[in-house]
Each structure stands twice: as C-alpha cells, then as structure tokens.
C-alpha cells in the first residue's frame, strides 16, 4: 500500500487549499482513508475520514466541521480533503492514513501553513 499526498503550501487566513491522497495497492472497499494532521508540539489529531465506497460515510473532527469536506473518486482511487475557511490554527503537518483489516498505512506528511 502507497498513499501519495499532495496539495499542502502556503495560504492566507479565510482561504481554502484542496489536498488530495492516491492509494496503490489500496481501495475504499478495503477500509478506510482519513486524514490526521500534527501541528507544532501538539499531539496529531484526526481530522476528516471516509469508510467504504459502498457505505461513503464520512467523518469530521469538531474544529474542522463546516470548513472541511472530505471526498472520493474511487475510479482513480483519490481521496481529497477541500479546506475552506482556513484558520491559522489549521497549521500543521497533515498526514493521509489508511487501515485495512487493523493495519495502518501512512503517507508521507505535508505542510499547510495558514498565515494571519
């Protein structure tokens, strides 16, 4: 299993950045795909998650509802994280994660820093 992130940078408060994950050797019908995120000398937190393509529930940490959506092309097998409304507090290195069977997977992390 690879996850493959992109879509971190720089971005103003108020502004949004769209984050994408590909998975390898991984679908949604094997688990799940979440993303977490870890700011300085905090512990790393869950943000956003999406079950299997045949359930498509989707889950959302309180900070993030509202701001955050979650989404997936499962053709492309491509999990993406649209963050709107960013905050400066959303700063952190996010993760894309995936579990099947109780095993977790991890993609490389990304910065997004939200300036004030």
């Known amino acids: 299993v690879q996850l493959q992130a992109s879509g971190g940078g720089l971005v103003q408060a108020g502004g949004s950045l769209r984050r994408s994950c590909a998975a390898s050797?991984?679908?949604?019908?094997?688990?799940?795909i979440a993303w977490f995120r870890q700011a300085p000398g905090k512990e790393r937190e869950g943000v956003s998650c999406?079950?299997?393509?045949?359930?498509?529930?989707?889950n959302y940490a309180d900070s993030v509802k509202g701001r955050f959506t979650i989404s997936s092309d499962c053709a492309k097998n491509i999990v993406y994280l649209q963050m709107n409304s960013l905050k400066p507090e959303d700063t952190a290195v996010y993760y894309c994660?995936?579990?099947?069977?109780?095993?977790?997977?991890w993609g490389q992390g990304t910065l997004v820093t939200v300036s004030s």
């Open positions: 999406i079950y299997s393509s045949a359930n498509g529930g989707t």
């Open positions: 050797g991984f679908t949604l019908d094997d688990g799940a």
């Open positions: 994660n995936a579990v099947r069977a109780g095993v977790d997977y």
